[in-house]
């Protein structure tokens, strides 16, 4: 499923319509109610990608601006809209250290979960 951005400009209320037999539930958005929602994005959707050399040794970038300036981390970024999150950590890992990445996809432990670490 590609990520989104999430905007919120009025409220939105779905019901079912049993009556008519329909099977998806039918949106409609309250004209008559005041949005106590934010007009902007309140979520992003950030990848990113672990590069690991023949040594066993990690890539770390470091930040160049924001909180985090002069920070060590691994390359990272947000997902554009309608992007798969495995094409953005791709993406993202090319654009800040020009590696191309050689597999899409690694477990990183027996039980199939993804580990996903920040800040390593």
């Not at 924001?66 to 992007?83: A, L, S």
Request: charged share 25%.
């Amino acid at each position: 499923m590609p990520a989104r951005y999430i905007y919120h400009n009025k409220p939105l209320i779905t019901v079912s319509n049993f009556t008519t037999q329909k099977k998806t539930p039918q949106p409609y958005f309250c004209e008559d109610q005041n949005c106590t929602l934010p007009s902007y994005c309140t979520h992003l959707i950030g990848a990113g990608g672990v590069v690991i050399n023949s040594q066993n040794q990690i890539l770390l970038v470091k930040e160049k601006s924001g909180n985090r300036k002069n920070k060590w981390n691994i390359p990272m970024g947000r997902v554009d809209e309608g992007e798969q999150i495995h094409e953005a950590a791709i993406r993202e890992v090319l654009e800040e250290t020009g590696i191309e990445s050689q597999r899409k996809y690694r477990k990183l432990n027996k039980s199939g979960q993804n580990i996903i670490r920040r800040n390593l």
